[in-house]
């Protein structure tokens, strides 16, 4: 499909893991991961994702949840080894830890605030993915997955404000085609990029024992953005202590960053 700038489209699927809150009970950090893929390869990604809930038996109307669904260690890998597979697929990671936001932030006790910085993060990245997309520049269109509760339209507002200031002013704004906010169920998109947060929060949040399920994480690393080979703070965007990534054992000794 081709938008009215003469553009074709770049199809980005983005959804969460963690929640907004920073009490005791909360997780760690937050992060978004975003899913793209060009508008003449989305049905690769689209069957990936249908062939995912065949194999989990997932009911007609119902999302693949990666919490709900996706609990053992053969599930991951299955997960990981159908989207790991899908070369036009592009990912884009932002994670917020909790802890590394400063005492006096309002985004510590405003959900919305806190929501809304991380998706404008992730726009960021996305946007620049999609002025350097192969084969030339493309309009991105964006979804979301809709958040129970929370009024998605501060977001819209929110980026919006900064597209049409220009803030910051290399990010190309003019590329954001549409933004929506959608129920997972209705788009096997919303569902992938669920998979791939899942991977994310398993790789980077200690279980009781302190260990890491770094493994399914890095068998989609290839297909992180990367800018001249390099990965973080283009594709992977880590806004917290950079002890706390120092602290992670594979971290250290990853290759693909």
Do not use: C
């Amino acid at each position: 499909m081709t938008a009215t700038t003469g553009r074709r489209l770049l199809r980005v699927y983005i959804d969460e893991t963690g929640d907004r809150g920073v009490g005791p009970k909360a997780s760690p950090f937050f992060a978004f991961s975003a899913v793209l893929v060009a508008d003449e390869d989305e049905a690769h990604l689209m069957q990936a994702v249908r062939d995912l809930r065949q194999d989990f038996g997932i009911p007609a109307g119902k999302a693949l949840h990666w919490n709900e669904h996706v609990k053992t260690f053969p599930r991951r890998q299955r997960v990981a080894s159908l989207l790991g597979a899908l070369t036009p697929a592009m990912v884009v990671h932002v994670a917020v830890e909790k802890a590394g936001i400063p005492q006096q932030a309002g985004m510590r006790n405003d959900h919305a605030l806190f929501y809304n910085f991380a998706a404008g993060m992730v726009m960021e990245r996305v946007l620049l993915a999609a002025r350097d997309w192969p084969g030339g520049t493309r309009d991105a269109l964006v979804r979301f997955g809709h958040v129970r509760g929370f009024k998605h339209d501060t977001t819209a507002d929110y980026i919006d404000h900064r597209r049409r200031s220009n803030n910051p002013h290399w990010v190309p704004w003019h590329l954001m085609h549409s933004l929506h906010f959608d129920g997972q169920a209705n788009y096997l998109g919303l569902q992938a990029a669920d998979q791939y947060a899942g991977m994310l929060a398993l790789a980077f949040r200690p279980d009781e024992f302190g260990g890491f399920e770094e493994h399914h994480f890095l068998r989609t690393a290839h297909q992180i953005r990367a800018v001249n080979g390099r990965r973080v703070n283009y594709g992977f965007k880590w806004l917290g202590r950079p002890a706390t990534l120092a602290a992670i054992p594979w971290w250290r000794q990853a290759a693909w960053r």
